[in-house]
């Protein structure tokens, strides 16, 4: 057993309980550990004559928390030695080596060059999908635009090439976009597309099914998504134009066409969480790199956490583990 510090051990006595450490119980008990370790483990470095790498679980917990709370290489590094819980959580020890901002910087880009975002997805989902959490009858699709650094005062004094802009009613934004479809029923992420911010949604609507769907619901900004898609069998559920609707006379068949948008839209707001949890609960307001294929898989893994993040209430409920306030 490691030797913990002083300051671990007067940590271990406290009694009150922050939200962070509660977080991190949670996340504890619903990440799917041993999947994703298998997945990354024929890919990290072993041990040799040289530097000793540290232990894998260590160096992806470090990885999950350095998403989870939307810090950057020095500030993970940081936070190891000033913050206990999250030094708990990576199971290191004050009284010995925590990892440095370039050994964090590494082991992001070796999961970066090895594309194994997608995969981390498709683990997670597999994991939910296994406790019946997706079932995988419909989809909503949707994007959102994530802002990038227009300010040309940098190193190279240009903006990022492969960044983009594009208008949002008035205004205008510099960026990408991330696409999603969703599953209808849980409103969990199961395909990520990203693109600079000027390509438009309805081009990326085939990309975004997984094949099994029987019904797509979309926003007026899908209008038409039916001829991009091969498959004839699909039942579109795509909002009207709100002009149309403002267009027509007052009266029963308006008021009808009303309720039915309304019905429609109230199924699509599932979409809107993913998005909220991977700008608010992990404070992605703007990209963290340069150029699509770092964000994108940053994009990736974040939309694979907010899955285990909104599920966790379900999932800490089959373990029998739910906080008191929560098993209602």
Request: glycine share 6%.
């Given at each position: ?62 990885h999950l928390m350095q998403n ?155 209008t038409g998504a039916q001829n ?101």
């Amino acid at each position: 057993m490691d030797q913990i510090s002083f300051g671990d051990a007067e940590y271990a006595s406290k009694r009150k309980k922050t939200r962070r450490e509660l977080f991190l119980e949670e996340m504890e008990q619903v990440v799917p550990w041993k999947s994703l370790l298998n997945l990354i483990e024929p890919l990290y470095p072993i041990a040799g004559n040289g530097r000793h790498p540290y232990p894998l679980e260590k160096m992806l917990r470090v990885h999950l928390m350095q998403n989870w709370f939307g810090l950057s290489d020095p500030a993970m590094e940081e936070a190891l030695y000033e913050i206990t819980p999250m030094r708990t959580f990576a199971r290191l020890s004050a009284t010995k080596p925590i990892p440095d901002e370039t050994t964090i910087l590494n082991f992001r880009h070796m999961l970066e060059e090895n594309d194994l975002a997608p995969e981390i997805l498709r683990r997670v989902n597999a994991h939910l999908t296994r406790k019946g959490l997706m079932l995988k009858r419909g989809s909503i699709v949707d994007a959102t635009i994530i802002a990038a650094p227009s300010s040309t005062k940098n190193e190279t004094g240009t903006r990022d090439p492969e960044m983009h802009q594009t208008k949002k009613g008035n205004q205008w934004h510099f960026g990408m976009k991330a696409h999603i479809g969703v599953d209808v029923d849980s409103g969990l992420v199961h395909t990520v597309v990203t693109t600079p911010a000027n390509e438009p949604d309805v081009e990326q609507v085939e990309d975004l099914l997984h094949g099994k769907e029987e019904v797509i619901h979309a926003d007026a900004g899908y209008t038409g998504a039916q001829n991009h898609v091969g498959r004839k069998s699909l039942r579109w559920e795509i909002a009207a134009k709100r002009s149309r609707i403002k267009a027509m006379v007052d009266g029963p068949e308006k008021r009808a066409i009303e309720k039915r948008e309304t019905n429609k839209a109230s199924i699509r707001a599932k979409v809107e969480h993913p998005f909220r949890v991977i700008k608010r609960q992990f404070g992605l307001m703007k990209v963290r790199f340069r150029g699509l294929a770092k964000n994108t898989a940053h994009v990736i893994t974040l939309f694979a956490l907010s899955n285990l993040w909104m599920a966790r209430k379900r999932l800490l409920a089959m373990r029998g583990s739910l906080r008191p306030q929560f098993a209602k």
